[in-house]
């Protein structure tokens, strides 16, 4: 069994600049939770997919967008970076919206210049 | 407005030194509570979920427990490969949204 990946694993940025995050879930999972965790910090929701649709958002701006393909991965979206943007970017898989136990990938560390 | 506390912030043992990190919660409509292991740079691993007062969980040196306001984190002679944070989270009612709901999390250090 396939766990949860990420990519990249790090990245660098400039203030203003678009990123592309990439996460696939673990194999039979159909939900994918996306957490913002700056250093010290307990990770934030962004914001929830299930079978391709949004089902739920945290207090994030709305240049903080996301997909969920078919297959259902999931890719997370910021536009116009913000230096306070840099952090480690977490994307948790769930095998249903209604499952309680989340699966963590590794994390995207984001630093933004 | 719903919030998770952790405590201690850092703790630091001595190998086989035994100790409980705490975990304090207000939210409505508690769905269930989650500990999680954090190694830096990493992801959270899931340890345990915990549903309704009462409750405990162990695996291998922790065990978890659960009241209406608070769920610990009992360490039993702890080893250097448990150092990590420990990270509690809570699961509201918010409909079909299993939006969690995260503390700071306890810091572990133990030495050999």
């Known amino acids: 069994e396939t766990g949860v990946t990420q990519s990249p694993t790090h990245l660098i940025k400039t203030r203003g600049q678009q990123v592309t995050l990439r996460c696939s879930s673990q194999?039979?999972?159909?939900?994918v939770s996306w957490y913002q965790q700056a250093l010290g910090q307990g990770p934030q929701f962004i914001f929830q997919?299930?079978?391709?649709?949004?089902?739920g958002r945290g207090n994030f701006p709305p240049r903080f967008s996301g997909l969920q393909f078919p297959n259902y991965s999931s890719e997370l979206n910021v536009n116009a970076l913000e230096l306070d943007d840099s952090a480690l970017y977490l994307c948790?898989?769930?095998?249903?919206?209604?499952?309680?136990?989340?699966?963590f990938g590794p994390g995207t560390r984001l630093t933004v210049l | 407005e719903d919030q998770v506390t952790q405590s201690p912030e850092a703790l630091r043992l001595q190998e086989g030194e035994s100790s409980s990190l705490n975990c304090s919660y207000t939210?409505?409509?508690?769905?269930?509570l989650f500990w999680y292991r954090q190694d830096p740079g990493k992801g959270p691993e899931f340890l345990f979920t915990?549903?309704?007062?009462?409750e405990e969980k162990e695996k291998e040196r922790l065990k978890a427990t659960l009241t209406k306001k608070e769920s610990f984190l009992h360490i039993t002679a702890p080893k250097p490969e448990d150092s990590a944070t420990y990270l509690c989270?809570?699961?509201?009612?918010?409909?079909?949204?299993?939006?969690?709901?995260w503390g700071l999390g306890t810091s572990l250090a133990v030495n050999p």
């Open positions: 989270a809570v699961q509201a009612d918010a409909g079909n949204n299993r939006k969690l709901i």
């Open positions: 939210v409505s409509g508690l769905r269930g």
């Open positions: 194999s039979g999972h159909n939900t």
């Open positions: 915990l549903y309704s007062a009462g």
């Open positions: 948790a898989s769930m095998p249903g919206r209604s499952a309680n136990e989340q699966f």
């Open positions: 997919y299930y079978r391709e649709e949004e089902n």
